[in-house]
């Protein structure tokens, strides 16, 4: 499974860094993907990285802002979002993936990021 | 607007059968495998249905899914009131290099 780190509050223009730790499975076979869902809304995907080498995409409209990060010493992937915004205010959930068919299982219980001045 | 359409809603009774649609283009559901969510109220989302018409273990046959070139259908038999909840079809799109999901379809089991 997958343990996210705790609520954040930020204000507008701050930095957030969520924390994704894997357990129970061998971290690097397996990408880790990004997702969130602002409020009553439906999934918009952040980004993934390749755990193993490291490599990253990211979604067209958080390029520049968004950076994916991983220690595989300690099973956990980082998401920073910088710059923040009251539109960046959503859960931000990880969730594993099997790059080879694009599952994404399981997820994380979700991170609730709050951009509030 | 999201790359995959799905409807915002439909709605069967218990015991019926309902099917929900996703629809896409060559360079997502067309090239790539696609998974459903299941998502309740506050809660993260589950797969119920990947690589198109696999179930993982836990998932009750009910569930069923199946791809046909740029479109994919989730479909639930036996309607239960516990599978109320919004479901979401997911895949890659290779032209945007991103994953794509669908807005979402609210079950309502009447």
């Known amino acids: 499974h997958l343990v996210q780190s705790g609520p954040e509050v930020k204000i507008p223009g701050a930095s957030v860094k969520v924390s994704c730790k894997g357990f129970?499975?061998?971290?690097?076979?397996?990408?880790i993907t990004w997702v969130r869902q602002a409020p009553g809304q439906g999934l918009e995907w952040v980004g993934w990285?390749?755990?193993?080498?490291?490599?990253?995409d990211y979604a067209h409209n958080l390029q520049g802002r968004v950076t994916l990060t991983r220690d595989t010493s300690a099973n956990t992937a980082y998401m920073e979002l910088t710059s923040l915004r009251s539109d960046d205010t959503a859960i931000y959930y990880c969730?594993?993936?099997?790059?080879?068919?694009?599952?994404?299982?399981?997820w994380g219980l979700g991170t609730l990021v709050t951009v509030s001045s | 607007q999201s790359v995959l359409t799905q409807p915002p809603s439909v709605s069967a009774a218990p015991g019926q059968k309902v099917t929900i649609p996703c629809s896409g283009s060559?360079?997502?559901?067309?090239?790539?495998?696609l998974s459903w969510y299941q998502q309740f109220p506050g809660t993260a989302p589950k797969v119920v249905i990947y690589?198109?018409?696999w179930r993982p273990s836990g998932i009750p046959d009910r569930f069923s899914g199946s791809k046909s070139g740029t479109s994919a259908t989730l479909g639930i038999t036996g309607l239960q009131t516990g599978d109320e909840a919004d479901y979401y079809c997911?895949?890659?799109?290779?032209?945007?290099?991103?994953?794509?999901f669908g807005g979402g379809t609210k079950l309502t089991v009447l």
């Open positions: 969730a594993r993936l099997t790059v080879a068919n694009h599952q994404l299982d399981p």
């Open positions: 129970g499975y061998s971290f690097t076979t397996y990408g």
């Open positions: 990285i390749n755990t193993h080498l490291g490599f990253t």
């Open positions: 060559n360079s997502n559901i067309g090239s790539h495998d």
């Open positions: 690589q198109n018409d």
């Open positions: 997911g895949t890659w799109d290779s032209s945007l290099n991103a994953i794509v």
